[in-house]
């Protein structure tokens, strides 16, 4: 290691007194002033990363539906996941140590990590349409050149672009092209091929209205359209070129306001969606002739794309097993129709896509989804190696075609993380498929009316949860406080957990009537308010 080019460098990239940041579910976040340091230790950590496993890692500087003043930085691992757990302490202390330490930390996470500094580094770098994350990748490049590590810097990206791009590289071409060419060229055949098997495409309506936050998903959606036919449809609202992204806007503004973003003209019945700022999430709504709005989430999204696989999966006679993958955020009445009704196991992890991502793995076909729109579904490698042999062996037509199908969804599904732009492709081709107009997609079951608050505290982590952060160990009281609470209503349910990125208590309640929801959401949030050190005025009711 070159210590005098580092010291030299972390001059450059001093860190602010007092400041403390923990690597959380979405790795960093934070006021974009406060991370110029932090990111040029995470081109260090990314180059670390990449001698310890000999492959290409990922850093992309995005904070996804955060306002535009902030920024963030996260690690992708070598197949697009995210970062090994353990390395995420290694990023809390290397972001935190004092300025004299760092080679000190560089050497300790060498020594536990069993890190080589002699062997080659390769890093992919992506970006977000934020005003400060050109600056930033450029300190994300001071870190990685550091420690001689090599780099490709891919610039403007949708965050789930920079996780296919790290797979394709590390599967040396096996996942696909490690060029944004080459995910347009993947994505739209597999949609294509899939549409060309709808019985009803001639008069299958594609228009669709598309939120696109004000960020990075209208640039590269623009990028797309040249590989689509004229008859596809997308129409791109909030591209950037006049609002703040994020400002009223995007997948995360639409779930927890339910109702439609600013800058969309909305006429009954229509099919709209939003992305979030870094189009890795994504929601549908629609406004009825009433002028009701109807928001259909990440449970309702991942139903429909449950039956349309497991109608596949039955029509090719394979013993595969499927499940879905949800958090203690997916509506109760989605998993009572996926269990009931359709007959899928179903499964309920702690929040956060790594969490969805490893319990979906365990299966031949994992679903998963969270509410907020941001999920997947993954194919073991035996079920793919199986499907693509049935489409060239079978001889009945019927299994054949099915077959087809299926190969065709895991050329279109981003296996490696929730990507909006492939679910997007993958929900309008079921509707296609299905003949599914919005409304019946919507009347497959009916939510039960929920709120989300928050509150802010001084500390998040004096909460702390189990049962996949169904219940609160601590504060002491609190959970008793909760079970209390939700006995006064029908149907109810509801749970607080810490957010992974800011200092604040998430609460979710449920309940018969939308009235119940809100009075039991704002009774748990004084409790919280209360009992976990809330800060500033207590919640008012809703």
């Not at 791109?236 to 973003?261: M, R, S, W």
């Not at 599904?413 to 909006?420: E, F």
Request: proline share 4%.
């Amino acid at each position: 290691m070159d210590s005098e080019a580092l010291r030299k460098f972390s001059a450059l990239h001093p860190r602010p007194a007092g400041l403390t940041l923990h690597y959380g579910t979405a790795g960093f976040r934070s006021a974009a002033q406060h991370l110029d340091h932090v990111v040029f230790r995470m081109g260090l950590l990314a180059a670390l990363r990449s001698k310890a496993v000999t492959a290409t890692i990922g850093i992309m500087v995005t904070a996804s539906h955060n306002p535009e003043e902030d920024n963030g930085v996260k690690l992708v691992d070598p197949l697009g996941e995210m970062l090994h757990p353990s390395w995420e302490e290694y990023a809390t202390q290397l972001a935190n140590a004092e300025e004299q330490e760092l080679e000190k930390v560089i050497a300790e996470i060498c020594q536990k990590a069993a890190v080589n500094l002699h062997k080659d580094a390769s890093v992919f770098i992506g970006r977000d349409t934020r005003p400060s994350s050109k600056k930033l990748s450029q300190s994300v490049i001071d870190g990685i050149q550091v420690l001689g590590g090599q780099y490709h810097d891919y610039g403007l990206v949708t965050t789930p672009q920079l996780h296919y791009m790290v797979c394709c590289q590390n599967t040396q071409g096996q996942y696909g092209k490690a060029t944004l060419e080459g995910y347009y060229e993947k994505l739209s055949k597999a949609f294509m091929e899939l549409i060309k098997q709808s019985h009803c495409s001639g008069e299958f309506q594609r228009h669709l209205k598309i939120d696109c936050a004000n960020g990075i998903g209208a640039l590269k959606l623009s990028e797309m359209k040249p590989y689509f036919p004229q008859e596809v449809l997308f129409h791109i609202y909030n591209d950037g070129t006049k609002e703040k992204l994020n400002h009223l806007c995007g997948a995360d503004f639409v779930k927890v306001h339910q109702k439609p973003p600013g800058g969309l003209d909305m006429k009954p019945n229509e099919r709209c969606c939003s992305f979030d700022g870094d189009a890795d999430r994504i929601v549908y709504y629609y406004k009825d002739t009433a002028d009701h709005f109807h928001l259909i989430d990440g449970d309702k999204i991942a139903t429909l794309i449950s039956i349309f696989l497991k109608e596949l999966l039955a029509k090719v006679k394979q013993d595969f097993k499927m499940a879905v993958v949800q958090t203690a955020y997916a509506n109760g009445n989605s998993t009572r129709y996926l269990q009931e009704t359709l007959k899928v196991p179903v499964h309920c992890v702690k929040t956060g896509v790594k969490h969805l991502h490893h319990k979906a793995q365990e299966f031949d076909v994992g679903v998963y989804f969270e509410a907020n729109g941001h999920g997947t579904v993954l194919f073991s490698k035996a079920a793919e190696t199986k499907i693509r042999q049935l489409v060239k062996e079978e001889k009945d037509n019927e299994k054949r075609e099915a077959a087809k199908m299926l190969e065709n969804m895991i050329d279109l599904i981003n296996q490696t993380v929730g990507d909006a732009v492939s679910d997007m492709l993958v929900i309008e081709a079921i509707l296609a498929l299905k003949g599914l107009s919005v409304q019946q997609w919507d009347a497959l079951y009916a939510d039960l009316p929920n709120r989300l608050l928050k509150v802010q505290v001084a500390d998040r982590r004096v909460i702390d949860t189990t049962d996949a952060e169904r219940r609160a160990l601590t504060p002491p009281g609190l959970q008793e406080k909760i079970d209390a609470l939700v006995q006064k209503y029908r149907l109810s349910r509801a749970f607080v957990r810490p957010s992974g990125t800011e200092d604040v208590v998430r609460i979710y309640a449920e309940a018969d009537t939308q009235e119940n929801a809100d009075a039991l959401a704002h009774e748990v949030s004084l409790a919280v308010f209360h009992l976990a050190g809330g800060k500033g005025a207590p919640p008012q009711p809703i």
